[in-house]
């Protein structure tokens, strides 16, 4: 008998008109005293995460975890993973079918610490009926907040400006230096229209923009209402704005959605900002976009490979911004992220419903 029998006996005895109180209170006890009376199920997490997720799977599980630097290297994951009953992993961690099989039939539970799903192997995991857990919402205000941060950065080239001031080029005053872009009058518009991509029309109104569009799998006219948003064809998105924001997840359908068909039809003097995922943008296209003045700048959080390489030319380009996947990265979101994944995988283990079940 595990966990989950448990539970589902408490479901069954609950639906059953004839319940017989005793019973139904010996497996009351039996659950919530699961972790003494038996061996607590195990799980691993891939990365050192903060004290109160570990207390929530600390009084129900036993706990494996990486606490080296980084990422999990992949040969000590495909080790440890064996006979655990629930991972707790992050975006850097690829769960594919090898890390499946070397986990086995124990493994009930895959729950990521991120909103982003795309280095989940979906289908694999489905194919075994192990729950998927993800981490939305809660990050939702600091991704916005951090996009808007990283466009602003950009369009009126802070950081340009931040190294001009300490390498001495700071002469005087002067009319024209320096001057970017700004928001009051312009077109914004946002592909992918979520709840980030909202939160992101809502800090940006009070920049004054003329319009709001975006581009969205299916119409959000209520959202869309209170930003006074409209929702536009991809190609009329591109054609009409002055700063294009990505905020959609990495899918097939979304994969080098930004490629060189894409920033050709984009305003030369377009800001470009990515805050989703490195995949949904053709990078060489973006590269030569950049340095043939196609689009005027680019601010990127997320990129391909990631950490992008040093020698990589977008590091060259004065016109371009980047940020080393921080999207996310508020103290307290980051802890709050953690939690609910520890509560996914406890929920998980007891039978329960998962306060955030990645149903696909
Ligand atoms: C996520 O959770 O997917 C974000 O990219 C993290 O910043």
Not at 51 to 65: G, K
Not at 226 to 231: E, M, S
Not at 273 to 286: C, E, F, I, K, P
Request: proline share 4%.
């Amino acid at each position: 008998m595990n966990l989950n029998s448990i539970s589902c006996a408490i479901r069954i005895l609950n639906l059953n008109h004839k319940i017989i109180p005793s019973t139904l209170n010996i497996f009351r006890f039996c659950r919530n005293n699961f972790t003494s009376i038996m061996n607590k199920p195990s799980v691993y997490i891939t990365r050192q995460v903060n004290e109160e997720a570990l207390d929530i799977l600390r009084e129900h599980c036993e706990i494996t975890s990486w606490t080296g630097e980084g990422p999990v290297p992949r040969d000590e994951l495909l080790r440890k993973i064996e006979d655990k009953n629930a991972l707790f992993c992050m975006l850097t961690d690829q769960i594919n079918s090898e890390v499946l099989n070397k986990a086995g039939k124990k493994l009930q539970i895959v729950a990521t610490m991120s909103v982003g799903y795309d280095h989940l192997d979906v289908d694999e995991i489905k194919k075994r009926k192990i729950k998927m857990a993800y981490t939305p919402d809660i990050l939702t205000d600091a991704t916005a907040e951090l996009t808007v941060a990283l466009l602003l950065a950009t369009s009126r080239r802070i950081l340009e400006a931040n190294e001009a001031a300490k390498n001495g080029e700071w002469k005087a005053w002067s009319p024209f230096w320096l001057c970017g872009t700004g928001l009051q009058n312009s077109t914004v518009g946002i592909v992918g229209f979520g709840r980030i991509g909202q939160e992101i029309a809502k800090r940006l109104k009070s920049f004054k923009p003329k319009n709001i569009v975006y581009y969205n799998r299916s119409e959000k006219a209520d959202e869309a209402k209170l930003v006074d948003a409209k929702r536009v064809t991809f190609d009329k998105l591109l054609a009409k704005s002055d700063f294009v924001i990505v905020s959609c997840s990495l899918t097939q359908d979304t994969q080098h959605l930004f490629n060189e068909n894409a920033f050709n039809k984009m305003k030369r003097t377009a800001i470009f900002v990515n805050t989703s995922r490195g995949g949904v943008v053709d990078q060489d296209a973006l590269i030569k976009a950049l340095e043939n003045k196609i689009i005027l700048g680019a601010g990127l959080d997320v990129m391909t490979p990631e950490p992008l390489p040093l020698h990589n030319p977008l590091f060259k380009l004065k016109n371009c911004v980047i940020l080393p996947h921080i999207g996310s990265a508020c103290i307290q979101t980051r802890k709050e992220m953690a939690i609910l994944c520890a509560k996914n995988i406890i929920a998980a283990l007891r039978g329960e419903e998962l306060p955030s079940e990645l149903i696909i």
